[in-house]
Every structure is written in C-alpha cells, then in structure tokens.
C-alpha cells in the first residue's frame, strides 16, 4: 500500500486538468485563425508536414511526466508488513493538566509547555514501554489510548491545549480513575499514573482514587509545576486573568496536595522548575518499576519509492524530445491501413 508524506502535493495534481483546459482553448483559438486563411482541406494540403496528432502525444507526455514528478514530490513511500512483538517494559498513563493556570510562566515558556517537553523526553527514553495521555482540568478524558507507538503520541501531545476543555478546576481525582481504566489487562507489568499539575483549584477525592490505584499495583507520580509564591496567568493579549474585585489573579503550586497525592499513591512527588533535575529523578524512579511482557503491534518502516517515479519522469522527457511535432518526409508516404 502506497502512503504520501503530505497531502499538499495531490492538490498540485489539479494542474494537469486546468493544463488540458488551457490547451483546448488554445487549439480552438487556433483553429478559428486557421479557418480565415481560406479552406480547411486547402490548407491541410499545402501544409503536409503537419501532424494533427503528435503535438497531442507531446503534450501527453509532459503531462504524465508532470503528474510522476509530483508523485516523486510527494514522497512515495511503500510497508506491507505488520508484526507482533513480545517486549518487556512498563505501560504509563500521563495525566497532563490544562487548566488556564497552567499557562503560567513561572516556568520557562509555560507551565504547559515545560510539561509537554518533559512528556516528549520521557518517551525518547522509552525503549519497550507503552504510554498513554489522559488531559484533565475540571473533566477528564482520554487523549490517547495506551501504545507503543511513540509518534503518534508525541503528535498527540503537541495538540494539547486548554481550549480542549472547557470546564475549569483541576480534578486529579477524576483524571487518575480515568487512567486506571486505560492500561491494558496484562498482568505481572509495572504500571505507573504520571499527573502533571500545578494542583490548583484542587476538586478533592485524589487521595481516595490515589489509594485505589495503590490497591491495584498502580505508582503514582505528581510532578508539580510552578513556584511555590505564585504567578499570573497571562490571557495571550498582554494583559492577566483578573478576579470579580479587579485584581490579577496568582496561581499558587500547592505542593502539600501533590505530596499527600503522591504518597497516598505510593509514588513519588517531583518539583518541575527550570533545571533538568524532575526529568532524571522521574527516569530513575520508572526504571525502578517491574518489566514485564508486553505485546505491541510494530509496523515496518516505509521504504522511500521515488526513485522509480523519478527514472520514470525521465524516460517520458526523453520521448517528449525525441518525438517531432512534423511528420518525418521519409515516412510520408507510408500507409499501414490502405483503403478499399
């Protein structure tokens, strides 16, 4: 099955139908010039040479050699086979808040963005572990379902964003019940529920779905992002969120929460600030976590198939070339098909 880097370049295929109609139009112009020079078969008599046909076949090519350069453009690419592999590692449910405090910039660009990079250096460390995206705010729900498909899920997480949505708090608790239904029914693997949160607007009943997933084998990790002493949060106009009363509204880590979370869960709470020490000490406490067998569905890599399109250009630009829009006088007078 042929797949295509971008589908901008099947757009570009519209050329070759606005290309014949600007050739007909041409053609028809052409021959209503023609026809006010004098007759038709007088004309067509004093002109022998001249081939009604080849300059179509010319223009055929170009447009077939113009239709598999953009095919080459485009990138071609072409993987039939898809294998099921046995790995040992770890699955992990990222529940990553997004509540408007998380635009915050205590942390370098964002709270946000500082979680979003952290999640995509996590999965470049994992090797044969599954993962998955759970976003929260005053709901929660499933942004990607469990995989081994690290791609995807940093495509995933590159599009989270606050507007998804639209009911505002920060409910660890439900976001944590959500992530206990995502993993997968194997047994005897480490599983491990990451919440990314500033934990502000706390809704209550974390502890509670903490200590349910401690029943079940689940670790629970709170990273908490932001200062302590609080910051604005920016509105993306240059102005801050403001209350009722006028005054700029400061969003406060609540690092007492994230700990009592975070120890109820039998995991482990980690300070996100602008140094790389959140990211190594999460590392190192998920690789403390049982390996187990895993299935995952691999798909073989693409292989880049624009080498042929491109032979195949070239071949069709050659006979563009060598064919002559004029009949050959030497082959005149030759008649395949003579009439009765």
């Known amino acids: 099955m042929l797949r295509f880097d971008d589908t901008i370049y099947l757009w570009l295929l519209l050329l070759i139908p606005l ?12 021959s209503k010039r023609l026809k006010k020079f004098g007759d038709p078969a007088l004309l067509k008599a ?93 709901d929660a729900f499933v942004q990607l379902p ?19 949505i639209a009911t505002q708090g920060t409910d660890i608790g439900r976001a944590i019940q959500v992530a206990m239904h995502s993993f997968t029914q194997q047994e005897k693997v480490g599983r491990a529920i990451i919440v990314i949160t500033d934990g502000e607007n706390h809704e209550g009943g974390a502890m509670e779905a903490a200590e349910a997933a401690k029943k079940k084998g689940i670790n629970v990790f709170i ?16 102005e801050y969120l403001k209350d009722a009363t006028g005054q700029t509204v400061m ?5 007492d929460m994230c700990k009592q979370i975070a120890q109820a869960g039998s995991g482990t709470y980690i300070h996100v600030d602008n140094n790389s020490d959140a990211q190594e000490q999460l590392n190192d406490d998920l690789t403390k976590l049982q390996r187990g067998e895993t299935n995952s569905v691999i798909y073989s890599e693409y292989d880049e198939q624009f080498q042929a399109f491109g032979i195949l250009a070239i071949l069709l630009l ?20 003579k009439k009765k």
Not at 251 to 255: D, G, Q, R
Request: proline share 5%; glycine share 6%; hydrophobic share 45%.
């Open 318 to 337: 050659i006979a563009e070339v060598c064919a002559l829009e004029a009949k050959n006088p030497k082959f005149r007078g030759i008649r395949l098909f």
């Open 19 to 30: 290309l014949m109609f600007l050739r007909w139009v041409m053609n028809h112009r052409q």
């Open 146 to 164: 469990i995989t081994s498909d690290y791609v995807s899920a940093k495509m995933f997480l590159r599009n989270i964003d606050p507007s998804l």
């Open 223 to 238: 990273l908490g992002v932001g200062d302590p002493k609080g910051s604005p949060i920016p509105m993306g106009n240059g």
């Open 251 to 255: 969003s406060v880590l609540n690092e």
């Open 46 to 138: 004093l002109m022998p040479d001249v081939s009604r046909w080849r300059p179509l076949v010319k223009f055929c090519l170009l447009l077939t050699a113009l239709a598999v350069l953009i095919f080459m453009l485009a990138r071609p690419q072409m993987g039939t086979s898809v294998s099921h592999e046995k790995r040992n590692g770890i699955e992990a449910i990222i529940c990553m808040d997004i509540s408007n405090s998380m635009k915050a910039e205590d942390v370098a660009p964002s709270r946000l963005d500082k979680s979003k990079l952290l999640v995509e250096n996590l999965t470049d460390h994992f090797v044969n572990d599954k993962i998955g995206l759970v976003v929260f705010a005053g």
